[in-house]
């Protein structure tokens, strides 16, 4: 983990903005982000996360609201006298000129001279492993390269910062996942301050110190991504984050520690209450597939249902349970490939269980099919 510095180096205090000025893109967003921390802001399409990435780097105006950088406000700061580099999904290379070239452009943009313009590409091609391509043009580099070359011409000039609005989208499978280990490779050699915007949790998940998630213009929770996952705090962070089993119920009884909620008249589930309030009455339930255990000892968890298996997927490492389940019917179970494709067959009735603490009672939503929220 990267070295963080004491206070906030990067500030969103309350900022808000509108196009037409009746909808709100973004509304109230605020974040801190310390000195030398890798910080994603993670939603899905039209959330809002490319509107704040631009409003920081200076090519949008807030609405409302405050940006700071090192402390000191930069509305009235333009954008190319913030010592931000920017890397975009399209690598916006010069295609004429060499990647040696591309490079030296924001040093003699901000008047390096030869030497320091010449000894700070040979020190960025370097750090991203390209020097062997300085006299190359882009169209001679595969994406992974070019992209490589992006993040060097963003790190040329040494910023304070630097903002990556998803970066690796266009990318294959395969080289976007080695991409995200050399982004994070470089950030935390470098100690460089990193905002990255993605619509892809797990590329969220691999690269961040922390995630700022974020749905229709608004913050639905900012943590450290193990928190989110383990401890989301809405219904939509829990379903964005990972893969989550979703039951709908009325509560029946809770304490700061434990509800009981009645799914639909098929059973009563015991819940970590997360949302729970005076007042709440009907309230939606989250279980992780791999938290649920097939046939748990007598004892062992506090919840336990008989299940309808209808289809077992073999994954590799693990298997992939579909069932029927408190009238569910597309309930989520992994369990690990360790005792044999043929312990879970189609049909069979099973027992499932799961612990209270892995199963979180969320913010009351419409009451609709349960079911099993789809990964993101």
Known sequence: MSKRGEGAFVEFREVSKSYDGKVLSVQDFTLSVAKGEFVTI????????????????????????EILLNGRP???VRAHKRNIGVVFQQYALFPHMTIAENLAFPLQARGASKHESAAGVKRALDMVQLAAFADRRPGQLSGGQQQRAAIGRALVFEP???????????????????????????????????????????????????VAVMNGGKVEQIAPPEVLYEEPGTLFVANFIGEN???D??????????????????????????????????TSLTIRPERV???????RTANVFDAKVQDVIFIGDHLRIHAELLGCQQFIVKIPNIIGHGAVLP???????????????????PPTQTGTAPAQ
């Open 245 to 247: 089993n979703r039951l």
């Open 347 to 365: 049909g069979d009735t099973v027992k499932f269980g799961w612990l209270t603490t892995d199963c979180r009672a969320l913010d009351a939503a």
């Open 160 to 210: 304070d910062l630097v903002l990556m609005d998803e970066p690796l989208g266009a990318l294959d499978r395969r080289l976007r996942e080695d991409m995200q280990y050399e982004i994070r490779r470089l950030q935390q050699r470098l100690e460089v301050t990193m905002i990255y915007v993605t619509h892809d949790q797990g590329e969220a998940m691999v690269l961040s110190d922390r």
């Open 42 to 65: 993670l939603g899905p399409s039209g959330c809002g996360k490319t509107t704040c990435l631009k409003m920081l780097a200076g090519f949008e105006e807030p609405t409302s609201g």
């Open 74 to 76: 930069i509305g009235r």
């Open 293 to 299: 255990e097939l046939n748990p000892a007598p004892g």
């Open 249 to 282: 119920g009325e509560v029946v009884e809770w304490t700061e520690q434990v509800c009981r909620v009645d799914v639909k008249g098929k059973g009563v589930v015991q819940a970590f209450p997360v949302a729970v309030g005076e007042g709440d009455h009907h």
